[in-house]
């Protein structure tokens, strides 16, 4: 399936461990939980607090989809299936949720998920910072999803077996309207003034507030009469530990030497030093997988999560 993580021993895929861990090859490699703690132990249920000012969760615990749903996801990721359903326990009971899994076989292990909780625990601590700012009159809200695990299905009464979805873990978080694409993790931007415009600042300011360990990028979400909700970001680091969509050193130089600044920048801001492209800037979600470089297009239409 994947590899043997040298610590606790269970074969999991390349989205388990960070590029520094997997470079290290058969036998040493250390998963993703192993190296810095199941998320569960690191930080509260759903990643970051829930008292935080830039987050929007679940605040509920059930959640209904149809199968056919499942069977036709409405979006898919670089590697994940996206599904629409009905929060039907909790504040948001009636409103729309969405359900992300593995495309490549059933996940039955929380542990798939912690760099995804890690990087989204990252984003609000910079957003957070940046809202403080207030740059602009609305705000920067970043969906927030849980580790949920599928129970039985509706409509057994069709015959349909649900048994190869009960157990299986996914990614569960609010729905989100008008969905858009504002930058990626190479560089790329939708060049049309307003949010895109934040949308850069957002990325630049990231890199400023961690003192040049990071960039916040691949922004995309739902724009709202009153907030920006952002979902599924990336950030790029220098050390490479946030995953197959962390670019590294080099994808925070190839950001920058594709960014221009805009009236939401401010000039005391840093940025590298002569910055290098050293990915081609394209909207789709570019992934590293050790020394090889795939672009993941992702197309209007289907291009969410």
């Known amino acids: 399936m994947g590899r043997i993580c040298a610590s606790c021993g269970r074969d999991l895929p390349r989205t388990s461990y960070t590029s520094n861990q997997y470079v290290k090859g058969e036998g040493i490699s250390r998963c993703a939980t192993c190296v810095h703690g199941h998320h569960s132990d690191t930080y509260p249920r759903g990643g970051a607090t829930q008292s935080s000012s830039s987050g929007r969760y679940n605040r509920s615990n059930q959640a209904k989809f149809t199968q056919d749903a499942l069977e036709y996801p409405f979006a898919s990721g670089a590697f994940r299936w996206v599904a629409q359903g009905q929060y039907n326990r909790g504040d948001r009971?009636?409103?729309?949720?969405?359900?992300?899994?593995?495309?490549?076989?059933?996940?039955?292990?929380?542990?798939?998920?912690?760099?995804?909780?890690?990087?989204?625990?990252?984003?609000?601590?910079?957003?957070?910072?940046?809202?403080?700012?207030?740059?602009?009159?609305?705000?920067?809200?970043?969906?927030?999803?849980?580790?949920?695990?599928?129970?039985?299905?509706?409509?057994?009464?069709?015959?349909?077996?649900?048994?190869?979805?009960?157990?299986?873990?996914?990614?569960?978080?609010?729905?989100?309207?008008?969905?858009?694409?504002?930058?990626?993790?190479?560089?790329w931007t939708d060049d049309n003034d307003g949010w895109p415009e934040v949308m850069q600042a957002l990325s630049h300011f990231s890199y400023h507030v961690s003192g040049g360990m990071y960039v916040l990028c691949d922004l995309q979400g739902g724009i709202y009469q009153t907030e920006v909700v952002l979902s599924d970001p990336v950030i790029l680091s220098r050390t490479r530990e946030f995953g197959v969509t962390d670019l590294g050193a080099d994808g925070i130089s190839s950001f920058f030497s594709a960014h221009v600044c805009n009236d939401f920048c401010r000039p005391h801001w840093t940025r590298p030093a002569n910055p290098t492209r050293y990915f081609r800037p394209v909207p789709g979600t570019t992934m590293l997988r050790r020394d090889v470089t795939t672009d993941y297009s992702r197309p209007a239409a289907s291009g969410r999560y």
Not at 120 to 129: C, P, S
Not at 130 to 153: A, C, H, R, Y
């Open 93 to 187: 009971a009636g409103q729309a949720c969405v359900a992300k899994w593995f495309k490549t076989g059933g996940v039955f292990s929380a542990d798939y998920f912690t760099l995804d909780i890690k990087a989204v625990d990252k984003a609000l601590e910079i957003v957070n910072r940046f809202n403080d700012l207030s740059l602009i009159d609305k705000k920067v809200m970043i969906n927030v999803p849980e580790v949920w695990t599928f129970q039985e299905l509706p409509g057994g009464e069709d015959g349909r077996d649900d048994s190869d979805w009960v157990g299986q873990k996914c990614l569960q978080e609010p729905f989100i309207q008008n969905y858009e694409k504002f930058n990626s993790n190479t560089g």
